[in-house]
């Protein structure tokens, strides 16, 4: 087949995606419970799983249909998703994006169809947003440096795990870290590399980056995967010689702080982003206005108070 044929079968059959979504979408809007798809990055992660976990629950007490998919960390396998969405009848669609970046033009699909979107914890960043539930993640960076400068006396050699590049999440706890660092003058940020949020890439990373600069006295790792990667790659030496502060306050993370290996999480409430995303896609249902921007306090967790949150 010519290229010119192939696209012109690629833009056919998106329209009749869309077409149908629309004719689906306007039959099941007559008084149904609604359909709502939620298109997750991955749920190898604990956290997604509690937010999807979170997400069904509220889906359950309020009569919604909700579709769970999993892109595995794939940004073209959540666009296919996000696109078959479209012709499966969904009314709604909550994504937590694999990249910020790669999943506009999706966005940007499913309002040109009319279906409206939903992110959560990771925003899109280009598209229409009807509501962002997501947890003040650059504040959260602030409060990891802080726990962190505090373990170390506020001087040395550090490290940065930094998660999924184009991810919104990614992006604004890195911004805060680097904003509330700047406020320890003694404290000199080593290294800084991507471990895409995943435990066994954080093992890598970490390992090759204390060979580098072997007289670190803490990491911090963007999320909880990545930490937990980083104490095996530190093995004894955690939280004796080298601090290590995580982020999501997942329960391996909590576990970790509470056994002394990890000095601190940011503590997010992930079953309670999936929760309050649906409660905003029901509110579309009913014909209401979603909240434009939906935060999600996060905390600083400790050997101090991390049994409230086990």
């Known amino acids: 087949?010519?290229?010119?044929?192939?696209?012109?079968?690629?833009?056919?059959?998106?329209s009749l995606a869309f077409s149908l979504a629309a004719c689906n979408r306007d039959s099941a809007g007559e008084g149904g419970s609604g359909s709502v798809t939620l298109?997750?990055?991955?749920?190898?992660?604990?956290?997604?799983?509690?937010?999807?976990?979170?997400?069904?629950?509220?889906?359950?007490?309020?009569?919604?249909n909700l579709n769970i998919q999993d892109a595995s960390d794939d940004p073209s396998t959540q666009t296919n998703q996000l696109n078959n969405a479209a012709s499966s009848g969904a009314?709604?669609?909550?994504?937590?994006?694999?990249?910020?970046?790669?999943v506009v033009p999706a966005v940007?699909?499913?309002?040109?169809?009319?279906?409206p979107v939903i992110a959560v914890d990771r925003s899109a960043n280009g598209g229409d947003i009807a509501s962002f539930i997501a947890s003040d993640n650059v504040a959260g960076g602030k409060q990891a440096a802080d726990a962190l400068a505090a373990a170390i006396g506020e001087e040395g050699e550090v490290l940065v795990l930094q998660g999924i590049a184009g991810s919104s999440a990614s992006r604004d706890r890195g911004q805060g870290f680097a904003e509330g660092?700047?406020?320890?003058?003694?404290?000199?940020?080593?290294?800084?590399?991507?471990?895409?949020?995943?435990?066994?890439?954080?093992?890598?990373?970490?390992?090759?980056?204390?060979?580098?600069?072997?007289?670190?006295?803490?990491?911090?790792?963007?999320?909880?995967?990545?930490a937990l990667g980083a104490l095996e790659a530190l093995g004894a030496r955690a939280g004796n010689d080298v601090m290590v502060v995580g982020f999501d306050g997942?329960?391996?993370?909590?576990?970790?702080?509470?056994?002394?290996?990890?000095?601190?999480?940011?503590?997010?409430?992930?079953?309670?982003?999936?929760?309050?995303?649906?409660?905003?896609?029901?509110?579309?249902?009913?014909?209401?206005?979603?909240?434009?921007?939906?935060?999600v306090e996060v905390v600083t967790v400790t050997k101090e108070n991390v049994e409230e949150y086990l």
């Open 181 to 226: 660092i700047a406020a320890y003058p003694n404290i000199t940020v080593a290294a800084t590399q991507t471990a895409n949020f995943d435990r066994t890439e954080g093992l890598d990373v970490a390992t090759n980056l204390l060979q580098a600069h072997p007289n670190v006295k803490a990491i911090f790792a963007e999320n909880d995967e990545m």
């Open 108 to 115: 940007q699909a499913l309002n040109n169809a009319d279906i």
């Open 250 to 295: 997942t329960s391996d993370g909590l576990r970790a702080v509470n056994e002394g290996r990890m000095v601190a999480t940011i503590a997010q409430q992930p079953g309670e982003l999936g929760a309050r995303a649906v409660e905003e896609a029901k509110k579309i249902l009913d014909g209401e206005t979603p909240e434009a921007e939906v935060p």
């Open 91 to 102: 009314e709604v669609v909550i994504v937590n994006p694999t990249d910020s970046d790669a």
């Open 1 to 14: 087949m010519s290229l010119l044929r192939k696209s012109v079968a690629v833009v056919a059959s998106l």
């Open 39 to 64: 298109a997750l990055s991955t749920q190898t992660n604990p956290f997604f799983v509690q937010v999807r976990d979170g997400a069904q629950a509220k889906a359950d007490e309020l009569g919604i």
